[in-house]
């Protein structure tokens, strides 16, 4: 299990690493740069900490949690390739409804209470 945590985190940082460089060709100045990065950076932590919430516990919660973290991500991905690659309205649209969807379920995580977990859980 461990592995395949590392070999999932590893892609995703590799995948959102390409898309950044990918990006500065674009990009006007060296600022604008490190603020996607620095952005990019705090996703991938989100989503590093949702994958890892989703692995310990097995609640509806967790799920609303990763998906949310998922659809914000793919989100910006979208956003930033319509800005940058392709000015197509599609894409804007799908980064936009997966952002709303993102927020869906951010709502459904903050109303969704959290599973009391025993002592043998925790094991």
């Given at each position: 299990m461990l592995i395949y945590f590392l070999l999932l985190i590893s892609v995703n940082t590799y995948l959102?690493?390409?898309?950044?460089?990918?990006?500065?060709?674009?990009?006007s100045n060296d600022l604008e740069f490190a603020v996607y990065i620095l952005y990019y950076l705090n996703l991938l932590i989100l989503g590093i900490v949702g994958l890892i919430y989703y692995l310990n516990s097995y609640s509806r919660k967790s799920v609303y949690f990763i998906t949310l973290m998922l659809s914000?991500?793919?989100?910006?991905?979208l956003r930033d390739g319509a800005h940058f690659y392709l000015n197509d309205s599609a894409i804007l649209i799908t980064g936009n409804l997966l952002w709303f969807t993102g927020l869906i379920f951010c709502l459904l995580f903050f109303l969704t209470p959290e599973r009391k977990l025993r002592l043998m859980n925790l094991v």
């Open positions: 959102l690493f390409t898309h950044v460089t990918e990006l500065k060709d674009y990009m914000f991500i793919f989100s910006d991905v």
